[in-house]
């Protein structure tokens, strides 16, 4: 196996990845607004208050319920590939428990119903039905990027995404053009949408592989593989779901809390400030869109190295990349600072924060992009109840801080985000460190393994 070989498609890989997974991204958040935008214009604003929030339900409790099966699929199947095993008991066993939380979380959706439409969809009931749909095509949808990006397979990857979001925007455009106004019928495309392009990029990928050299064989010599890796569950166990899942509904708790507060605050009333809130949030992790174009690819690298006992490496891999967020963080910042306010108001004339609680936002972004990328290192040395951490305790910060005498509202929730996601940081990069430590004094008093393939 050759660094230029992608593995399970037998054709070169793209020498930059992060390009076409950066494009992908792109498009998808930008077809997202056209999306709520498109409907909006179509069935006026109160109408399109349910669609709204479902997409946020699948943009928040789907995601964070769903992507450890992504994030654990993607780094065995990188284990597993990195020392030539085979790959299908370890998807078998993902697969089981990826099913297992979608009957779970249907269960619990289902015994949920009556007060779920009435609270979160004005009383109807459709919308309910169709987050359930929500949640099986973001199973699967999932289950197919982690599948993706474990296989290497980051083109099409990148095309799953782009496909998704242009198929929301191009179904919403169709309806809409011949006399479609039912908010119900124009959000079936949302949650239909992961189906379809999950399936697209499946079959472009196979398409690929059928068209290309043979798939790598598996390693013929399995003596000096590590031990952990030959076991197909290995790093795929129930505990390990669960940590991941844990570590995934905690982010969307954090990364939340500042709206939440809000409303509190304000006794849950529907506020200006909460809409320009909502809006300044939107502006200032635009980065994090780019982001979450690289984060599988992080991820299945970092594995790689942790795989084959490259510890330095993965510690300076993993500071380069954040001197990198952290630098290119400065420049984000800086423009947050000049031109916020103004993007701002392309939400509408209601919409208004002060600068200084946009450059807190932006700022707070930046540490959330840090402590992202550090906890990448953490999956990929399998300390999963370690990268859990990092979110209680910023959360517990981010509350203290905003329980703090603050004179303005915006700074509070702008200071205590800020605090909470330095406080992710420091947490998770020090978790990192004590990780590595003790994963290098582990390695250096076992056999030396000499199974692993130096692929990056």
Same mark, same amino acid.
């Given at each position: 196996?050759?660094?230029?070989?992608?593995?399970?498609?037998?054709?070169?890989?793209?020498?930059?990845?992060?390009?076409?997974?950066?494009?992908?991204?792109?498009?998808?958040?930008?077809?997202?607004?056209?999306?709520?935008?498109?409907?909006?214009?179509?069935?006026?604003?109160?109408?399109?208050?349910?669609?709204?929030?479902?997409?946020?339900?699948?943009?928040? *409790? !789907?995601?964070?319920?769903?992507?450890? &099966?992504?994030? $654990?699929? +993607? =780094? /065995?199947?990188? #284990?597993?590939? %990195?020392?030539?095993?085979?790959?299908?008991?370890?998807?078998?066993?993902?697969?089981?428990?990826?099913?297992?939380?979608?009957?779970?979380?249907?269960?619990?959706?289902?015994?949920?119903?009556?007060?779920?439409?009435?609270?979160?969809?004005?009383?109807?009931?459709?919308?309910?039905?169709?987050?359930?749909?929500?949640?099986?095509?973001?199973?699967?949808?999932?289950?197919?990027?982690?599948?993706?990006?474990?296989?290497?397979?980051?083109?099409?990857?990148?095309?799953?995404?782009?496909?998704?979001?242009?198929?929301?925007?191009?179904?919403?455009?169709?309806?809409?053009?011949?006399?479609?106004?039912?908010?119900?019928?124009?959000?079936?495309?949302?949650? *239909? !949408?992961?189906?379809?392009?999950?399936? &697209?990029?499946? $079959?472009? +990928? =196979? /398409?690929?592989? #059928?068209?290309? %050299?043979?798939?790598?064989?598996?390693?013929?010599?399995?003596?000096?593989?590590?031990?952990?890796?030959?076991?197909?569950?290995?790093?795929?166990?129930?505990?390990?779901?669960?940590?991941?899942?844990?570590?995934?509904?905690?982010?969307?708790?954090?990364?939340?809390?500042?709206?939440?507060?809000?409303?509190?605050?304000?006794?849950?009333?529907?506020?200006?400030?909460?809409?320009?809130?909502?809006?300044?949030?939107?502006?200032?992790?635009?980065?994090?869109?780019?982001?979450?174009?690289?984060?599988?690819?992080?991820?299945?690298?970092?594995?790689?190295?942790?795989?084959?006992?490259?510890?330095?490496?993965?510690?300076?891999?993993?500071?380069?990349?954040?001197?990198?967020?952290?630098?290119?963080?400065? &420049?984000?910042?800086?423009?947050?600072?000049?031109?916020?306010?103004?993007?701002?108001?392309?939400?509408?004339?209601?919409?208004?924060?002060?600068?200084?609680?946009?450059?807190?936002?932006?700022?707070?972004?930046?540490?959330?992009?840090?402590?992202?990328?550090?906890?990448?290192?953490?999956?990929?040395?399998?300390?999963?109840?370690?990268?859990?951490?990092?979110?209680?305790?910023?959360?517990?910060?981010?509350?203290?801080?905003?329980?703090?005498?603050?004179?303005?509202?915006?700074?509070?929730?702008?200071?205590?985000?800020?605090?909470?996601?330095?406080?992710?940081?420091?947490?998770?990069?020090?978790?990192?460190?004590?990780?590595?430590?003790?994963?290098?004094?582990?390695?250096?008093?076992?056999?030396?393994?000499?199974?692993?393939?130096?692929?990056?």
């Amino acid at each position: 196996m050759t660094a230029s070989a992608s593995p399970g498609e037998g054709t070169p890989a793209p020498r930059n990845p992060v390009v076409g997974l950066a494009a992908g991204t792109i498009v998808l958040g930008a077809s997202n607004y056209v999306y709520l935008a498109l409907v909006g214009n179509v069935v006026g604003g109160v109408e399109s208050a349910p669609v709204s929030v479902l997409w946020t339900m699948m943009a928040g *409790l !789907a995601v964070g319920l769903f992507q450890p &099966v992504e994030q $654990l699929l +993607s =780094r /065995a199947l990188a #284990r597993r590939r %990195a020392n030539g095993l085979d790959v299908r008991p370890t998807m078998r066993r993902v697969a089981l428990l990826a099913g297992g939380l979608l009957v779970a979380s249907s269960i619990v959706l289902a015994s949920a119903s009556e007060p779920a439409s009435r609270l979160l969809f004005s009383g109807r009931p459709e919308f309910t039905v169709l987050l359930a749909v929500g949640l099986v095509s973001s199973t699967v949808l999932f289950f197919v990027r982690g599948w993706l990006a474990g296989q290497g397979r980051f083109g099409s990857y990148a095309l799953e995404m782009a496909s998704e979001g242009l198929i929301k925007v191009g179904a919403v455009a169709v309806l809409a053009g011949a006399g479609v106004r039912d908010p119900i019928v124009l959000a079936i495309s949302l949650v *239909l !949408a992961p189906l379809a392009a999950s399936a &697209v990029a499946v $079959l472009v +990928s =196979r /398409a690929a592989r #059928r068209s290309g %050299a043979p798939a790598p064989a598996a390693s013929p010599d399995g003596d000096g593989l590590d031990r952990r890796t030959t076991d197909p569950g290995a790093g795929v166990g129930l505990r390990s779901f669960a940590a991941l899942t844990t570590g995934s509904l905690l982010l969307q708790v954090f990364v939340n809390a500042g709206v939440l507060l809000t409303q509190l605050s304000v006794d849950g009333r529907a506020t200006a400030f909460t809409a320009s809130l909502v809006a300044g949030l939107a502006i200032a992790r635009i980065p994090l869109f780019l982001f979450n174009a690289v984060q599988s690819f992080l991820l299945t690298r970092f594995t790689v190295d942790a795989q084959a006992g490259r510890l330095r490496p993965l510690a300076r891999s993993v500071a380069v990349w954040n001197a990198v967020v952290l630098v290119l963080g400065v &420049v984000w910042v800086v423009l947050v600072d000049v031109g916020g306010t103004t993007a701002l108001t392309l939400f509408g004339p209601d919409y208004e924060l002060a600068t200084r609680q946009l450059v807190l936002l932006a700022a707070s972004c930046v540490f959330q992009i840090a402590t992202m990328v550090t906890v990448q290192g953490l999956l990929a040395l399998h300390r999963d109840r370690t990268s859990v951490l990092a979110w209680p305790v910023g959360l517990i910060v981010l509350l203290v801080v905003f329980a703090l005498p603050w004179a303005d509202l915006g700074v509070a929730v702008g200071g205590a985000m800020l605090a909470g996601t330095a406080a992710t940081f420091v947490t998770a990069a020090v978790g990192l460190a004590w990780s590595i430590r003790r994963e290098g004094a582990g390695r250096a008093s076992a056999p030396v393994t000499a199974g692993a393939d130096p692929v990056h």
